[in-house]
C-alpha cells in the first residue's frame, strides 16, 4: 500500500514539475486561498497559471455549473450546436467583441492555449501560402511542436527532439536596452534578399511575456509592430492565453496599444473556473477552413462554455468596473514591490508588470527559487518565470481582495528578506 505522498513519486512521471516546488497534498480551495490535506492555509498568488482569473470554485460560476449538470445538460458534443454554445457565443459577442468593434469569428480549435496557437499559425500559412513564422525572443506559446517552434526558452525546445523549423526569432521590446531602434533587425532581414528570412505569414507575439520573465511591451512597440505587419503583408497574431481574459486591466491585452490583431488566441480564464477551453479569434476574411480541415474531440467543452458564460455575464457586463479595479489593484502591488527593492537596492535587479501580473528579478538569478521556496513555507504559492527562473511572478486572482494582497505582499516582503 502506497503512503499518501509517494503515491505521486512512484506511479507519475519525472516530468511533473509544480508539485516539487510546492510539496504538499492539495485538497480544496476557494476564492483565493488553498488547503492541504493537513489543514494548513496557502494564499494563492498563481491561480493556475491564470487559469483562474476569477479564484477558486467561484461561487458565481459553480452555481451555473451544477445546475447545468443537474438537468443533465451536455457534456461533450465535439463541435455540434448546443444551447451551452450558443449561450456562450452570444455573451462573447454582446459583452466582448461588439462593445469592441471586433468582428473577429470564433473557433474553438480544441481544449488547451497550445490548441490554439496551432490553429493560428496553421491558419496564417493558410492564407497567405507561405510558411515562415516571426515569434520573439524570450517568447513562450506552448508545448507542441508548431507552438514550441515559436517558443524562445531552449529547455523546452530541447524537449522537442526533433528540429523545429520554420520560426525565425526576432527581438522583443527593449531587448538591446534602448540603444537599438525598434525593429531595425527585422526590417533590414525584410529588405534585403540575401538575408535568409523568406517572407514571413506572420508575426506571433504576447504583449507581457509571462513564462518569459514578465516583459512588457510598450504600446507604442505594438502600434509599431502591428504597423510594419501591415506595411510588409504579414499577418499580426497576439497570443492573449495568459494575459487576456482582463489580466492586464482590459479585456484583451492589446487595447491599451490601440491595435487590431488579425488573429488572437485566448485560453486559461477564457472558462473562468479552470475547465479547458481556447478560442482562435480572427477576422472573417481569414475564415478559408474547410469543414473538418482543423478538429479535435474535446473542441465542444459544454461545460466551460457555461462557466464562461457565467464569467462574462457577471465581470463584464460593465467591463469597465473591472478593468478599474484591476488597475487599482495592480498600483498596491507597484506600491509594495517599490518598498521590496528600496529595502534590496543591492539585490534587486528590476520588477515590472501591468494590471494584475508583476515580477521581480533579482541580481543574483538563483534567489528567486528561494523566495519562492520561502513563500511556500510562510503561506504563498508564487512561482518563478524568465529563461533561467530568474524572476518571481506574482498572478494574484482579480478578484483578490485588497486585504488578501496585501497579506500576500507582506509575506513576499519577508520571503525576500529572509533569503538574503
Not at 476557494?30 to 494564499?43: A, I, Q
Not at 472558462?271 to 477576422?283: A, D, E, I, K, Q
Request: charge should be negative; aromatic fraction near 10%.
Amino acid at each position: 500500500m502506497l503512503s499518501p505522498h509517494s503515491v505521486f513519486e512512484t506511479l507519475e512521471s519525472e516530468v511533473r514539475s509544480y508539485c516539487r516546488n510546492w510539496p504538499t497534498v492539495f485538497d480544496r480551495a476557494r476564492g483565493s486561498r488553498m488547503y492541504d490535506e493537513d489543514g494548513h492555509e496557502f494564499l494563492d498568488f498563481f491561480a493556475g497559471a491564470g487559469s483562474l482569473n476569477y479564484g477558486h470554485n467561484n461561487p458565481v460560476l459553480k452555481r451555473a455549473l451544477i445546475d447545468y449538470l443537474e438537468r443533465d445538460g451536455v457534456t461533450h458534443g465535439l463541435d455540434m450546436s448546443t444551447t451551452a454554445k450558443r449561450g456562450f457565443l452570444e455573451a462573447f459577442q454582446n459583452l466582448v467583441l461588439r462593445p469592441r468593434d471586433l468582428p473577429y469569428k470564433v473557433m474553438f480549435p480544441g481544449p488547451t492555449g497550445t490548441n490554439a496557437v496551432e490553429s493560428a499559425l496553421k491558419l496564417a500559412r493558410k492564407v497567405k501560402g507561405r510558411e515562415a513564422i516571426v515569434s520573439f525572443t524570450n517568447a513562450f506559446h506552448g508545448m507542441s511542436l508548431g507552438s514550441l517552434a515559436v517558443t524562445g526558452n531552449a529547455f523546452k525546445r530541447a524537449g522537442a527532439g526533433v528540429p523545429l523549423v520554420h520560426g525565425t526569432p526576432m527581438p522583443f521590446d527593449n531587448y538591446f536596452d534602448g540603444q537599438v531602434p525598434d525593429f531595425l533587425w527585422f526590417e533590414r532581414l525584410l529588405e534585403d534578399q540575401g538575408s535568409g528570412l523568406n517572407q514571413p505569414a506572420a508575426v506571433i507575439v504576447e504583449t507581457v511575456q509571462g513564462e518569459g520573465g514578465i516583459n512588457v511591451a510598450r504600446p507604442e512597440w505594438l502600434r509599431a509592430l502591428a504597423d510594419l505587419c501591415a506595411r510588409r503583408d504579414m499577418l499580426l497574431i497576439v497570443d492573449d492565453i495568459q494575459m487576456g481574459c482582463g489580466r492586464t486591466g482590459a479585456f484583451f491585452s492589446f487595447e491599451e496599444a490601440g491595435i487590431v490583431p488579425d488573429i488572437v488566441t485566448v485560453s486559461k480564464s477564457i472558462s473562468g473556473y479552470g475547465l479547458p477551453m481556447s478560442l482562435c479569434l480572427f477576422r472573417p476574411e481569414l475564415d478559408i477552413w474547410e469543414p473538418g480541415e482543423h478538429n479535435g474531440t474535446f473542441r465542444g467543452n459544454n461545460p466551460a462554455f457555461v462557466t464562461a458564460t457565467a464569467a462574462l455575464e457577471a465581470y463584464w457586463a460593465d467591463g469597465s468596473a473591472m478593468e478599474k479595479q484591476t488597475r487599482a489593484r495592480g498600483e498596491q502591488i507597484e506600491r509594495a514591490l517599490v518598498s521590496v527593492t528600496e529595502e534590496n537596492l543591492a539585490d534587486v535587479k528590476e520588477y515590472r508588470g501591468r494590471g494584475l501580473v508583476w515580477g521581480i528579478e533579482f541580481k543574483d538569478k538563483a534567489r528567486a527559487a528561494r523566495v519562492s521556496r520561502r513563500a511556500f513555507e510562510l503561506g504563498l504559492l508564487v512561482e518563478t518565470s524568465g529563461p533561467e527562473s530568474e524572476v518571481v511572478k506574482l498572478l494574484p486572482a482579480l478578484t483578490i481582495t485588497p486585504d488578501e494582497l496585501d497579506e500576500g505582499l507582506r509575506t513576499l516582503a519577508r520571503a525576500v528578506a529572509e533569503t538574503a
